[in-house]
DNA sequence: CGTCTTTGAGTTATATATAGATCATAAGAT
DNA sequence: ATCTTATGATCTATATATAACTCAAAGACG
């Protein structure tokens, strides 16, 4: 085979990654940060971090979070001190829900 | 050269990657997809799923979006119809600001 | 209890992201 | 106007992410 992929996005997707790239090089300029800086201090290359700006979707999502994090850019706009506390909370809510999706017979779905 | 990263993340970032995981795997769960499902529908392996579910920095943003968005987690918690609006406010934000960053004597930062 | 399915984990081949470099241009500062 | 630096763009070598597959174990459910 050849190409792996050349992915498709929804326009949701779409839009979420073009605004974290605004938000990221806006957040930068408002620190007064060079792109060289923030590279230096997320451990990237200078041309990463223009892709990100740029909205590429296919960089490292741990690089993007982290340049986020540098320029303060919260992702879902929750507090730092709060992540924790919804991690918790997200885990108490999966130990509730079942190991495994069991499908059932899906008469309605699959038939039509 | 060998190893170009073994990248190192913020407490932060490591958080925020984590409370993503948990979001979508807990997502996938209420709406009671299979694993495969839900790497149909994003057009991706189940393997990638896996990994982000389990929290891997390493995987494509654009991917991890577009499957948080399938299982109904909304990044900067704003809503899909109100994300135009953030781009257009950020894009205006930007325009306002210096093209280039230009860096002062910075005695004070630099010098202690 | 028995069966079917989901999930987790590991492997391999291939496509691709990344770092690091260079160059040209744009944009601040003097 | 000139100088200096930040930015944008492109190229190459290398590390690595990904898809696809297989297998084993666990979980759901009759």
Redesign the pocket.
Known sequence: ??????RTYSRHSKEAIRLLALLIRTGR?ELEM???EVADRA??????L??M??G?P???LG?TIEVASIVGVKLFDVESTSLSKNIRQAEEKLTLL??????KAKAIDEDF
């Open positions: 085979m050849s190409k792996v992929s050349a300029k060079t792109s060289q451990g990237i290359s200078r041309g990463l223009q892709r700006e740029k590429d296919r960089c490292e690089a079942p190991k495994s999706v069991r499908k």
